[in-house]
């Protein structure tokens, strides 16, 4: 008889169900399961001596929006790591990052209950059923100086069991978390004292900072469970099934730049939406749009040259121009590509018209694909929502491939336009949802899940160790 793990593994450039006989052998089977696809030189959780340790684990639990919780997905994605670190006798003390505090020109970080991590305790708390302490620290205009000694009474309560684990408040709101020197060093150093182990299991925040990167010098380190599975699923996207598709949209063209220029390289047909395609429309067509910046137009001349060679981006020929940046009645319409003239000045373009999708070369690229990675947002949400919706249904309708879908708005778009579809495919073994999708492009430009930095400090700990190398304590 055959039990379903619930695990996807990488075969081929195909997702599957683990399966795993019963009896005899089966935790072994299951062992091997766990590190298939992973490079051996990544600590895993399950390797780590965990009990009676205090267990310090860096989850992405970035949920947070103006003190209220609007989609709880990746928080729900950790309790694998939490659970199994309480299974084998470990005491944690979690953080995460929580929004932007910082002012970026001042300095100054504002420590406010808009970005505190109370609403993340208190979903811990109900679905867990367990105390789980938030210790309080004085924050100045600065933010948090300093971890202050008043954390220890929490943590003998810990040791002791009298509480099942610590949440440590927003790590941005501590002045050491995105600085340099000394007081990132000192702040780094505080965080190593609490614990006896690192974990890291927060695959979204891919940036260096002191509770990423610089923590892993002090204690020996892990990837939790879930940052496992994440870079296991960026083997699809970097090691794809072919034919391969990549829809790929944003806010800002230059910002991904880098990455789409990598991705580009990568796949077999690439779609565009957003203010991306926006740009990419002027750069091809010589017309104008509102809100598109004209060194970017400059910059998606270089995408339109390669393009003109390989012909890899498959136009959406419909899409949708409004007067306002909004949505009013009578404002808005739609626009054929084929009839753009050199000089056309438009208004904003904030969508792409459904029709678009059933367009034969959009239509036989996404239904003919063994691989589809989507990081994209087709239209100006809340306003225009139709382009996206059209997106998710039509690659549905390939029932044949591998569809991997950035974190994010992303995620969030695909679960508010279709709910239904959403709750149907979250057992589907075709179909992946990262909980990072800015961390997924980062691995595309650098063609290497292993260059994430925080990932990298992991194996890097890991070597020293084997080396017999001290670590912290």
């Given amino acids: 008889m055959l039990r379903l793990t619930g695990r996807l593994l990488y075969n081929g450039g195909k997702l599957k169900r683990a399966q795993r006989p019963g009896g005899i052998g089966a935790e072994k089977e299951m062992v091997a399961m766990e590190l298939a696809n992973l490079d051996r030189r990544l600590p895993l959780v399950q390797h780590a001596s965990l009990k009676d340790k205090v267990v310090l684990v860096r989850f992405d639990h970035n949920v947070v929006k103006k003190g209220v919780i609007n989609d709880p997905f990746r928080i729900d994605r950790t309790l694998g790591t939490l659970f199994y670190i309480v299974a084998q006798g470990g005491k944690p003390i979690m953080m995460t990052h929580v929004g932007r505090p910082k002012d970026k020109k001042t300095g100054d970080i504002k ?32 933010g948090i100086a300093a971890i202050d000694t008043s954390i220890n009474h929490n943590i003998r309560r810990l040791r002791q069991g009298e509480i099942a684990g610590i949440y440590l408040p927003n790590t941005r709101w501590f002045a050491g978390e995105e600085a340099k020197g000394e007081v990132r060093d000192d702040f780094a150093l505080q965080l ?16 260096p900072h002191a509770s990423t990167f610089d923590v892993t010098k002090h204690l020996p380190s ?62 091809k067509y010589g017309v104008k749009i509102a809100g598109v910046a004209e060194e970017d137009i400059a910059a998606a001349g270089d995408l339109v040259k390669a393009d003109a060679k390989a012909g890899k981006i498959i136009e959406l020929p419909y899409i949708v121009e409004s007067d306002v940046l909004g949505r009013e009645e009578g404002k808005y319409r739609t626009v054929a590509l084929e009839d753009l003239k050199p000089g056309m000045e438009l208004g904003y373009v ?21 691989s589809i990675f989507v990081n994209a947002v087709m239209g100006f949400t809340p306003h225009f929502t139709d382009g996206s919706r059209a997106l998710d249904t039509t690659i549905d309708a390939n029932r044949a491939a591998a569809k991997l879908y950035g974190g994010g708005d992303t995620l969030q778009e695909f679960k508010d336009l279709c709910p239904g579809l959403y709750l149907s495919v979250l057992d589907n073994a075709q179909y992946y949802f990262f909980t990072g999708g800015g961390s997924v492009l980062k691995a595309i430009e650098q063609h290497s899940a292993y260059g994430l930095e925080p990932v990298a400090a992991l194996m890097d700990n890991a070597a020293l160790l084997d080396q017999g190398a001290p670590i912290g304590k």
């Fill in 192 to 207: 190593a004292g609490l614990a006896d182990v690192y974990v890291n299991d927060a695959f979204g925040s891919w940036q």
């Fill in 222 to 283: 892990y990837a939790g469970y879930l940052l496992q599975d994440e870079m296991r699923h960026l083997e699809l996207v970097l090691n794809p099934a072919r034919p391969f598709v990549a829809v790929v949209a944003g806010a800002k063209y230059d910002t991904k730049i880098g990455p789409l220029q990598a991705l580009y390289e990568q796949v077999d047909q690439l779609i565009l939406g957003g203010v991306i395609y926006n740009t990419y429309l002027c750069a």
């Fill in 111 to 142: 420590a406010s209950e808009d970005s505190g991590v109370e609403p993340i305790v208190d979903y811990l708390k109900s679905k867990l059923h367990v105390k789980i302490e938030v210790p309080s620290f004085p924050a100045g205009p600065k």
């Fill in 350 to 370: 904030l969508d792409i018209d459904p029709k678009s999708f059933e367009a034969p070369a959009v239509s036989q690229a996404l239904g003919s694909a063994a």
